[in-house]
């Protein structure tokens, strides 16, 4: 399995990470033995979150008889103060069978908000330092799926590594987000290398991404198929062929007018709806157990019936999606999720 230094972390990492999320839909016993057919493949680099369901406790479970050095972990935790933040982390580290974590991220940054809790006074960002101290964390992360937040939360210099959506259909982050983080030469982690769910073609995917050397693709996997088919895939080296650039440009005039970039300047709806909350419904569910996904979105699809249809969010919406008919769409289906509790 190739292996990369992670940017100035030193890290040596697999070329793909695992991604965490799907555990949450195994039984425990399932979980546990997928992680280690994983890391029997040769993956190192474990990816998943506090907030993962039974994710931390399957990964903690499946490390019970290796040498803690082979594996590089990265958690995260929600939190926006230090007190919270380090209540996360304990957990994390219980849970995770652990007495420390390679990289900690603070999870989903995507509004300014958030981003001045964490790093203001008695913000996580405080507990972040406290726990590096302590030798608790080696090194400082964050997520984010709002492109101008994470270049904000990286030209702060505080972190070492950055995780943020990247695919073929969500390259913007290519413009300006990956150079800010190069330049720094912080680890850089691909988030959705499968659009979430919602890109079929693994391969088609996987190939785009390995023009990036310096990336590493976090894919949820679910099956060790699923896993097997993506190393097979990352050993392919060379430039996309024609076929492929091809390809890729049908998926991208076929989902332009209908794909939602989660960028959120269609925001804010005069009804208070999430909008990017309802039109990603269909990748939570797939993702995430159902009752953990109607947790998650079902008061989103809730508000979306309020949709008035002023069409306010259309003319702010960047990518020309036609929202009002879109959450019609979404909400049509998610009835139909909630009567067969799978989304096809
Ligand atoms: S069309 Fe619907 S979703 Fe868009 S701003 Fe108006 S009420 Fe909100
Ligand atoms: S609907 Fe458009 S503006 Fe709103 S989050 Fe999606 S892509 Fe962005």
């Not at 492929?244 to 009804?271: A, F, M, S, V």
Request: with cysteine; proline share 5%; net charge neutral.
């Amino acid at each position: 399995m190739e292996k990369i230094r992670f940017g100035r972390t030193g890290l040596v990492v697999s070329k793909i990470a695992f991604g965490g999320i799907p555990i949450q839909r195994l039984s425990r016993a399932d979980g546990i033995k997928l992680v280690r057919e994983a890391l029997d493949e040769g993956v190192n680099f474990i990816d998943t979150a506090h907030g993962y369901g039974q994710s931390e406790e399957c990964i903690g479970e499946a490390l019970i008889g290796r040498s803690r050095k082979e594996v590089i972990l990265a958690t995260k935790s929600p939190a926006l103060d230090k007190v919270g933040f380090l209540a996360n982390l304990e957990e994390s580290l219980r849970r995770l069978k652990t007495d420390y974590i390679d990289i900690f991220q603070h999870h989903n940054i995507s509004e300014k908000e958030k981003m001045e809790k964490v790093i203001g006074p008695d913000g996580a960002f405080e507990g972040m330092v406290q726990a590096i101290r302590q030798g608790k964390v080696r090194f400082p992360g964050f997520t984010s799926h709002i492109l101008s937040v994470a270049a904000e939360m990286i030209k702060t210099d505080r972190f070492d590594t950055v995780q943020i959506p990247l695919n073929f259909i969500d390259h913007q982050a290519l413009d300006e987000v990956i150079p800010l983080a190069r330049e720094r030469q912080m680890g850089m982690i691909a988030m959705k290398p499968l659009g979430g769910g919602l890109l079929d073609s693994a391969r088609l995917c996987f190939r785009y991404l390995s023009q990036f050397p310096d990336l590493v693709p976090d894919p949820g996997i679910e099956r060790i198929e699923e896993l097997r088919e993506i190393l097979a895939v990352a050993k392919e080296k060379g430039p996309l062929t024609q076929q492929e650039n091809k390809e890729i440009e049908e998926y991208r005039r076929l989902l332009g007018k209908t794909w939602c970039h989660r960028c959120d300047y269609c925001q804010p709806c005069p009804e208070g709806i999430p909008i990017s909350m309802v039109l990603a419904a269909k990748s939570f569910a797939r993702r995430m157990p159902f009752e953990a996904a109607v947790r998650f979105v079902g008061d989103s699809l809730k508000k979306a019936e309020n949709c008035t249809e002023c069409r306010t969010c259309v003319e702010r919406c960047p990518y020309g999606l036609d929202i009002p008919v879109l959450l019609k769409e979404r909400r049509a289906s998610w009835e139909v999720f909630l009567q067969d509790r799978v989304w096809n």
